[in-house]
């Protein structure tokens, strides 16, 4: 490959963005292992003269009692959201039936709506159906919210297969769920991964429905934790940039092990749809 100036300028383009982009991430790495004595406006940007290991062991304490509930909501919310996602891609994309096309819209619809504009109905509603303050209340929102954009990525991934192997499936004698357990569903392997890492993503980071929906502390997941290392008036930031690291874990290992068929399943469905 020849190196022109114009590719030059590009390569150099881009390694000025990356570091643009990855400045954060140095700064709560270094506040993370940085004393609280050592952490001043002065000395924002240089390295820690002694590494302190103590702000992750401290901020591992506070998130070892929320850890199980963040694992508990994401997985099965996102499990949950992604098969009726897949259902509903399933029968929009390949059962026709009167009202389709007002549906789907409809629920896409969903996606636009603001979290903090149906708050307060959605805060009486969990607590009207006996699910207020506890975790499967949070579980059901999750699941409702993601179901849209689950929809949305199951069905234009379904607008691929042809309706011909449906048509024979249906000779066959196969029905309605006969032919999504043995044809559409293993069929379905790209568009999962990409659900997946989408849901568990927003999911694990959300925090809005965590901290207004859970009143009981116990029941609260792990970034309501990490607000509250942050919390009162005399902040150790090392403990808030510690526990930011060990919270961004998950959601990152789930992009190292899964992001090379992310892209991919995306884009499997954006041909047709």
């Not at 790495?29 to 001043?40: D, F, G, N």
């Not at 209340?137 to 409702?144: F, N, S």
């Not at 989408?198 to 990490?226: D, G, K, M, R």
Request: proline residues 6%; glycine residues 8%; positive net charge.
């Amino acid at each position: 490959m020849t190196l022109t100036p114009g590719r030059i300028l590009q390569y150099a383009l881009l390694l000025i963005a990356t570091l643009f982009f990855l400045l954060p991430v140095y700064l709560v790495v270094v506040t993370a292992l940085k004393e609280p004595s050592a952490i001043t406006l002065q000395s924002t940007w240089q390295l820690p003269q002694r590494w302190y290991w103590e702000s992750f062991s401290e901020a591992w304490r506070a998130f070892l009692p929320k850890l199980q509930n963040s694992f508990l909501l994401t997985i099965t919310a996102t499990i949950l959201s992604a098969l009726l996602g897949s259902i509903n891609g399933y029968v929009l994309s390949k059962w026709k039936f009167p009202g389709a096309n007002i549906i789907f819209p409809l629920m896409l619809f969903g996606m636009f709506i603001p979290y903090q504009a149906v708050l307060i109905p959605l805060f009486q509603f969990v607590r009207e159906i006996g699910l207020g303050g506890s975790l499967w209340g949070l579980i059901l929102v999750h699941v409702v919210y993601g179901l849209p954009i689950t929809t949305l990525i199951f069905r234009n991934y379904y607008a691929e297969i042809p309706d011909e192997l449906i048509e024979a499936s249906r000779i066959d004698g196969a029905g309605f769920f006969g032919i999504y357990s043995k044809v559409v569903f293993p069929l379905s392997v790209p568009g999962f991964v990409v659900v997946i890492i989408w849901q568990f993503t927003q999911i694990w980071n959300e925090f809005l429905f965590a901290v207004t929906l859970v009143s009981s502390p116990a029941n609260q997941p792990i970034t309501v934790a990490l607000a509250q290392l942050a919390g009162g008036e005399a902040v150790k930031w090392n403990l808030p940039m510690a526990g930011a690291l060990l919270a961004a874990l998950p959601t990152l290992l789930v992009y190292i092990f899964l992001g090379r068929y992310f892209i991919r399943g995306l884009l499997a469905g954006s041909v047709k749809g």
